[in-house]
């Protein structure tokens, strides 16, 4: 005989919001999670006003435990990634510490749908619970995760509207000609009160002396080691200073007063990643926005001589002298060795690279610091005998190549065709989006204009090249002749300075002939 089927109910014994037995009186651990996006005065008001506002409320509830309250300052909530008190508060709630965590609203918790969504069900599955106040919503509520997914693409929305409003308005700054750099990362200028841009003297002097260091010969590694030495702090204010940061402020066209605006763009609201800008949007160029710390001459050559070195299959740049002493025999530079370098002969000499290289060996002599520097003395000595006349034509050839008038001109007129065309080229392209029309015919149009562009751009860029190559050319005259103008007397002793300034190369071919090779293409032999 069959047992009558009888169902029994087994009542639940755990507390699912504790996770502890129904009948004991653990209490809940709770957390408080507060966040603003930017550091303006009214947000950190609401900072503060969010984290006092939930301290009391989880302290008040006698069947809560008060975990505490995590934060996050001027971060924005589209992305979880730099969210460090957001990453923590998730982390001590997987591990248990947390089982309910109470927050203003779905937009504070998270402004991206995929990672609020992710890090709700990963909180569930766990058993702990997020309490959003403004809308009312518990997670663990059998409604709550529509809600939410509903509202948190409202709020991704808003998120890229603002997002989008924020762009637009830094490419309105831009177009209007207004730098916006980080200032605490840049060495030479302030924020002046207007915004711009302000000499800060007393840094201005390390970028000055950056590009002495620099035309002098000097490789970025070098001069970065010259400014720890001395204990100078780098644009961050750390004592390191690296080969990038010195080539920074080499090329960076604000220390001769310009600004281009808009080098990068964001491509993606939710990620904050950003993109070198190589033609995608346009770029402003501004001229003389502000007081230059370099002559804009003296920059043009240092460009020059950026460009000069990197077609230089090896350039050393450790001391002064590397890559400025050339083999008389088989015309490769002298770099530097050290002989005996552990024991008290040790000696540095400078010999050809190439000494031993191929079945042949050179047989140019090498030379010690010494007298490389008394053939420079002697080889200025005889410059100056002839001084005036040299200054004269020096003044006569500056003249000529700083007029770059008629480039100039034809460079700003080439600059409007190429906007002109770059326009048109935007306007088909929309068109043909938008409007169903022949493709062939577009095509053609859109070639067309594609070659036209090709070629005056081609024109523009020789036409700047012309340019920068005159102005550099023209300062290194400038600086070769002022020198030589100080320089009133005989030369006694070496100078580092007139070495730098004077000399383009030196070329040895025994210890008795060694030619010095100056910057205004003058030769002279020593010995011989």
């Known amino acids: 005989m069959m047992v009558a089927r009888k169902v029994t109910t087994i009542p639940a014994t755990i507390n699912k919001f504790t996770s502890a037995p129904i009948a004991s009186h653990a209490k809940r651990k709770v957390a408080g999670y507060a966040r603003v996006s930017t550091d303006n005065e009214d947000q950190i008001s609401s900072y503060a006003a969010q984290v006092d506002y939930y301290t009391k409320y989880i302290r008040e509830r006698e069947d809560w435990e008060f975990v505490g309250i995590y934060t996050d300052e001027g971060v924005t909530g589209t992305s979880t990634k730099k969210r ?74 808003e998120a890229r509207s603002i997002s989008e409003n924020t762009t637009w308005g830094h490419r309105k700054r831009f177009a209007d000609g207004k730098v916006s750099i980080p200032f605490k990362h840049f060495l030479g200028y302030d924020r002046g009160e207007d915004g711009n841009l302000v000499i800060n003297p007393e840094q201005a002097k390390t970028v000055k002396f950056i590009y002495k260091l620099f035309l002098t010969g000097l490789s970025y590694q070098a001069i970065a ?41 964001t491509i993606d609201f939710l990620a904050k990643k950003r993109k070198r800008n190589e033609g995608e949007i346009p770029q402003y160029y501004v001229t ?111 003249e000529q190549i700083c007029d770059t008038s008629e480039l100039e001109g034809e460079s700003q007129n080439l600059m409007e065709e190429l906007q002109m065309l770059s326009d048109m080229m935007q306007k088909i392209i929309s068109e043909n989006a938008r409007i169903v029309q022949d493709q062939t015919d577009y095509q053609k149009r859109y070639n067309e204009l594609v070659s036209r562009y090709d070629a005056v751009k081609a024109r523009h860029t020789a036409a700047e090249k ?63």
């Open 84 to 157: 460090e008190g957001f990453t923590q508060m998730i982390k001590d709630a997987l591990a248990g510490k947390i089982q309910l965590i109470i927050t203003k609203s779905v937009s504070r918790f998270a402004r991206n749908t995929v990672d609020c969504l992710t890090t709700i069900r990963k909180l569930k599955a766990s058993g702990v619970e997020v309490y959003f106040e403004k809308e009312g919503i518990w997670t663990l509520d059998s409604a709550g995760e529509l809600l939410i997914t509903v509202l948190s693409s409202i709020s991704q929305e």
């Open 466 to 528: 012309s340019i920068k190559e005159r102005h550099a050319k023209a300062e290194r005259l400038d600086a070769f002749a002022k020198a030589l103008e100080s320089q009133s007397k005989r030369l006694t002793e070496f100078d580092e300075g007139l070495w730098g300034t004077l000399v383009d190369f030196m070329t040895v071919y025994n210890k008795d002939d060694i030619s010095v090779t100056f910057k205004d293409g003058a030769e002279i032999h020593i010995g011989g």
């Open 225 to 265: 080691k010259i400014l720890m030495d001395k204990g100078i702090k780098s644009p961050g204010g750390k004592e390191i200073w690296h080969p990038g940061s010195v080539k920074h402020i080499l090329t960076s066209e604000k220390m001769k007063g310009d600004a281009l605006l808009q080098k990068s763009f």
């Open 288 to 398: 003389g926005n502000h007081e230059p710390i370099i002559p804009p001459a003296t920059f043009d050559l240092v460009q020059a001589e950026i460009e000069r070195r990197k077609s230089s299959r090896r350039y050393s740049g450790v001391t002064i002298f590397s890559n400025r002493i050339k083999c008389g025999e088989c015309g490769h530079w002298f770099g530097t060795k050290v002989w005996h370098s552990t024991d008290k002969y040790r000696k540095v000499v400078y010999q050809c690279n190439h000494k031993f290289d191929g079945g042949k060996k050179c047989s140019t002599p090498h030379l010690v610091e010494a007298e490389i520097k008394e053939a420079f003395i002697k080889a200025v000595n005889r410059l100056l005998k002839g001084k005036d006349d040299i200054l004269g034509n020096l003044r006569l050839v500056q």
